[in-house]
């Protein structure tokens, strides 16, 4: 078969973003100090997350101050130094609570949609817990809808599955990380067979503001201070 002269230009990209962070064990003991003021009783509508109980203020507990403050240099560095922005902002989180998993249950496809960035730590991540998911926003490369992984492999029409192509994409991140990614990217978790333990994680909304001396651009909100409330 005679090869072709091409170029292929691979566009749009969504960047998902995994850091490390530092003293994660002296982390994982402040959040167990603190842990009885934010559980929540489980029933069949509020399984998995604190929010839906009306507690999303964690990063207001001065216990963890430590950890927010090191979660907050990985979205400046995945703002800055991967995404390529300016340093004008600040940055501010709006809301944080606990994401828990016990059983089989899994969180649906969901947006984020008050804020520019979310994250997710890990405090306590035992074997084969839940995968953290990612939809494909754009997937034009699916020629046909509905081809996706799962079931019946032998009619899929992908032989390999890539950045290209892929409708989901999923990541595992280990206990004592950090995953970042656009607020309004879809997302969900999925249960792994074998998983045995309580995951927990810590998950917050981010919002960008323009720093003070920065009120010429037109984009983007400017710094809170200038805002005026009403009731």
Known sequence: MNELNCQVFNIFPTTIYVGEIENCDKHKESFYKVYPKYDYEEDDKNITVSENVGNPLLHLDEELDELFSDIISHVKAYTCDVLGYKDIFNYIITKSWLSRHRSQKSIPWHIHATSHIAFVYYVNAPTNCHKLKFNN????????FGN?????DHLKMVENYNEINAETFFIHPPEGSVALFPSTLQHATEFVNDFDGERIGIVGDVTLTLKEEYLQFST????????KIYN
């Open 220 to 227: 983007g909100y400017i710094d809170p201070k200038y805002w």
């Open 148 to 152: 996706k992984e799962g079931k019946h």
């Open 137 to 144: 926003p754009h997937s034009k490369n699916s020629l046909w």
